[in-house]
T-cell receptor, first 115, second 112 residues
Framework: DTAVSQTPKYLVTQMGNDKSIKCEQNLGHDTMYWYKQDSKKFLKIMFSYNNKELIINETVPNRFSPKSPDKAHLNLHINSLELGDSAVYFC??????????????FGPGTRLTVT | AQSVTQPDIHITVSEGASLELRCNYS??????LFWYVQSPGQGLQLLLK??????LVQGIKGFEAEFKRSQSSFNLRKPSVHWSDAAEYFC??????????FGTGTRLKVLA
């Protein structure tokens, strides 16, 4: 069974459109994350949610809006897409229980291409 | 500020040769350290982790890493590289609460 899944795997869209990426984890973890990986493979955290509450928002444009309907899901909605949003977006989850020290499990990624 | 540095962007080794990938971190407290591997088109997979205790940690696929506090390093090693090890390798440190900082990655190429 897939531990962290993302849909879609590929997303090609035009500038100005609005799109969503979905993420689900079946590991029973309490924390979920969104990362952006650029063309140079640099991996940067965007958001972190713990028990459905936003914990980390790393100066991401407000065109990006995460939503966590429950602990197993974290979706990412992007409004007014720009060329610079083209990247691979990774969802991840971990069990934190109030202390940092647990490894993250990553989804397969969603490659977003904005034309 | 916390940071992770992977000095080598690319490394090429021959199959069967030994491997060492470097990672240096900057963190005020005892760090939680990780090594991940990313195969082309795939997500990141955890190779190993260090939280406390024995400074030499063993991971999957025959990898090991050694935590050296005095050098602020957490280098990844493998005694004999296989062609399937060709991938991107990321070092990461647990920083603050619910935040992980990743290095810029090292791309490993394996020559047959």
């Amino acid at each position: 069974d897939t531990a962290v899944s993302q849909t879609p795997k590929y997303l090609v869209t035009q500038m100005g459109n609005d799109k969503s990426i979905k993420c689900e984890q079946n590991l029973g973890h309490d924390t979920m994350y969104w990362y952006k990986q650029d063309s140079k493979k640099f991996l940067k955290i965007m958001f972190s949610y713990n028990n459905k509450e936003l914990i980390i928002n790393e100066t991401v444009p407000n065109r990006f809006s995460p939503k966590s309907p429950d602990k197993a899901h974290l979706n990412l909605h992007i409004n007014s897409l720009e060329l610079g949003d083209s990247a691979v977006y990774f969802c991840a989850s971990s069990k934190t229980s109030g202390t940092l020290g647990y490894e993250q499990y990553f989804g397969p990624g969603t490659r977003l291409t904005v034309t | 500020a916390q940071s992770v540095t992977q000095p080598d962007i690319h490394i090429t080794v021959s199959e069967g040769a030994s491997l060492e990938l470097r990672c240096n971190y900057s963190y005020g407290a005892t760090p939680y350290l990780f090594w991940y591997v990313q195969s082309p088109g795939q997500g990141l997979q955890l190779l190993l982790k260090y939280f406390s205790g024995d400074t030499l940690v063993q991971g999957i696929k025959g990898f090991e890493a050694e935590f050296k506090r005095s050098q602020s390093s957490f280098n990844l090693r493998k005694p004999s590289v296989h062609w399937s090890d060709a991938a991107e390798y990321f070092c990461a440190v647990g920083s603050g609460t619910y935040k992980y900082i990743f290095g810029t990655g090292t791309r490993l190429k394996v020559l047959a």
